[in-house]
């Protein structure tokens, strides 16, 4: 009797579970997605038809390609590093759509988009198919348990593969866990460059329309619940900075009204709160934010009024603070030292050169980065900047050189953390591409980084995938050298695995030493022709260059100091004009990247608005060969 009693009751109370939650209200008329990919997949491509063939511009607008990357680096390297809101009107639909980045350094970016959102647009590329970053970000929206819609772009791509890499997302899918909801993800084939797409993955059928992605959204991405009438709750995503109306909160509305002029408080991070005004309310339409009076549940928006607003804090009413939970963030895993340029050419490039310049520069990264930290240190005009990996540090160096500061580099290192008892270092999955000849080559590289493989398959065309774990620090220069050993075919992608225990007695770094000028003047070809036998070049002639200067790569593994500026000797039989036809081989010019790649513990990198130029730390060469003697005398020891 009293099992009948039980099994009823819990029948009662399943349906009533059921039927409540079938009766929460909608909010129809509103989508919010993001675009999730690994880079160069085409979803900033996409976003830009999505916009063009919806309801929301002016038909007299012509949209530039790649409109949502309007940080000039964005365009010019064709990353996409900060995400971006926009929103589309389609069918009488509003949809909000977040395109993320797809560069693991910039992942706390796309953390945090999954909490905005109730479903993602997973595009992947129908030739390479699924990458390292396609792995990463797809991990962050399983973990919110996001209704996913599969998007295979390039499907017009030479040896596009639709079906093989539908199946390659779906073992993704099933290694992370998806439940099965998740597993019956909706396909949409298009090719975005050409703003065609379609249901099938037969290129006949493509045509001039995005009509399969908006309808699929519409049919697919559950339409966020409309509780407006209970007491608000809004949590800061992401943010953004003004310099009129300081710090913006961007996020999502989770419950409840939120108006402009209301009264409000924000749960900090500490649990304390703090009441302020909302002096600013936007919203989003195309590609604009536009000031709106009032917003609710399921809204994307921005608000200003309080200058210390911080992500993962919650905006309440004053007399009712429910706080959501908070963010969590992935640390920081990179680290270098930014400091005062000290060269014999400090202060002749740049337009900031002091130490309070570059401080305050630093701090207001911080008002929009959330993945930066940056502390001091004991030494004056320094500072420790850590990040999520070397292009997330290099990309603020940019930033800070176009806006014309000076400032120089050390060589990156890793965070260290003390997990379980045990001193660990970040390690990172490993995904190589590359012709088959060369695959010895890389198999030997990754052994000497202290790199593990774990898969290894031919992919067809004479090319080979092979996938390793390897610890961070043995990638830290590694790009330049494998693009090298590669003949710039092999294709290198990195991402963020786990924290394991440190790899003792082993120090990476630079195989071979520098070529080190020992004085300051013009380099002269004459010089230069003498020089480029005992390595590679860095500099051409008629650079000026300084003792200390690091002007190529030897090819031994100990530093040579080289003369670069001097000039031949003038006879009543030789003379000057026999030079005219003399020639060095082109110099490497690095870039800023390669520049910090190439650093060793003892060098910097300087960085000034118009030139990065690498340099000994200690500059006076007999100096610095008597501290290398004391080094090697305590290392012996």
């Not at 129908?126 to 390039?154: C, D, S, W, Y």
């Not at 130490?355 to 980065?369: G, N, P, Q, V, Y």
């Not at 999955?429 to 790199?451: F, L």
Request: with cysteine; glycine share 8%; proline share 4%.
């Amino acid at each position: 009797m009293l099992l009948s009693y039980l099994t009823v009751l819990f029948f009662t109370l399943f349906y009533a579970f059921l039927e409540g939650r079938n009766s929460l209200k909608t909010r129809e008329d509103i989508r919010n997605i993001a675009i999730i990919a690994h880079v160069d997949h085409g979803k900033t491509t996409l976003v830009n038809e999505l916009l063009k063939q919806s309801d929301t511009l002016d038909e007299h607008i012509q949209l530039e390609d790649r409109a949502m990357d309007t940080n000039p680096i964005e365009r010019e390297r064709g990353i996409t590093i900060l995400s971006k809101v926009t929103a589309v009107d389609y069918d009488n639909h509003k949809i909000n759509i977040l395109d993320t980045p797809g560069h693991a350094d910039f992942g706390g970016e796309v953390e945090r988009i999954m909490r905005m959102v109730d479903g993602v647009l997973l595009v992947v590329d129908a030739f390479e198919g699924t990458m390292p970053q396609t792995r990463f970000v797809l991990k962050k929206a399983m973990e919110q348990h996001l209704t996913p819609i599969v998007v295979i772009n390039k499907i017009d791509r030479p040896g596009a593969r639709p079906e093989e890499v539908v199946d390659e997302v779906l073992e993704l899918f099933i290694e992370l866990g998806a439940d099965e909801d998740q597993l019956e993800f909706p396909v949409v084939y298009t090719s975005a460059v050409n703003g065609t797409s379609s249901l099938s993955d037969d290129l006949s059928t493509q045509k001039h329309t995005m009509n399969p992605v908006f309808d699929t959204i519409l049919n697919t991405i559950p339409a966020p619940i409309d509780n407006s009438d209970e007491p608000l709750q809004f949590q800061v995503a992401m943010l953004d900075y003004n310099d009129y109306v300081g710090r913006i909160g961007v996020g999502r509305i989770s419950r409840g009204t939120i108006k402009l002029g209301d009264s409000v408080s924000v749960l900090k991070l500490d649990g304390s709160a703090k009441n302020f005004r909302v002096t600013k309310l936007f919203g989003y339409f195309g590609l604009k934010r536009i000031e709106v009076e009032e917003a609710k549940a399921g809204d994307l928006i921005a608000v200003s009024g309080m200058e210390d607003i911080f992500v993962g804090e919650t905006v309440t009413p004053i007399d009712h603070q429910d706080r959501l939970p908070i963010l969590r963030i992935d640390p920081p895993t990179l680290q270098m030292t930014f400091a005062v340029n000290t060269s014999p050419f400090a202060g002749r490039e740049g337009k900031f050169v002091t130490a309070s310049k570059l401080e305050d520069r630093l701090k207001s990264a911080l008002h929009t980065d959330v993945s930066l930290r940056v502390d001091d240190t004991d030494l004056p005009g320094a500072w420790v900047v850590s990040g999520r990996g070397e292009l997330h540090l290099s990309i603020l160096v940019e930033e800070m050189r176009r806006e014309g500061f000076e400032l120089q580099l050390s060589r990156p290192e890793v965070i260290y953390r003390e997990i379980d008892g045990k001193l660990s270092e970040p390690f990172e999955s490993v995904q190589v591409d590359t012709p088959d000849q060369y695959v010895g080559s890389v198999i030997d590289s990754m052994a000497q980084r202290k790199g593990d493989m774990v898969n290894m398959e031919s992919v067809g065309n004479g090319q080979t995938r092979m996938m390793f774990l390897a610890p961070s620090r043995g990638l830290i220069g590694y790009s330049t050298e494998f693009l090298s050993m590669t003949g710039g075919y092999g294709i290198l992608n990195h991402t963020y695995e786990k924290y394991m225990p440190v790899i003792r007695d082993w120090t990476p770094g630079r195989r071979n030493g520098a070529l080190v000028s020992i004085n300051q003047g013009l380099a002269t070809t004459y010089s230069l022709q003498s020089v480029e036998d005992r390595g590679e070049l860095f500099i051409d002639a008629a650079v000026e260059v300084y003792e200390g200067m690091v002007v190529g790569q030897s090819n031994r593994e100990q530093d040579i100091a080289v003369n670069v500026t001097k000039g031949k000797n003038l006879t009543n039989t030789r003379a000057a004009g026999k030079d005219h036809a003399a020639a060095i081989r082109t110099p490497r010019n690095l870039t800023l990247e390669e520049s910090i790649e190439f650093l060793n513990e003892d060098e910097f990198c300087e960085v000034t608005p118009t030139s990065v130029r690498l340099r000994k730390k200690i500059l006076d060469t007999n100096e610095r060969r008597k501290n290398d003697k004391r080094r090697k005398l305590s290392s012996d020891k």
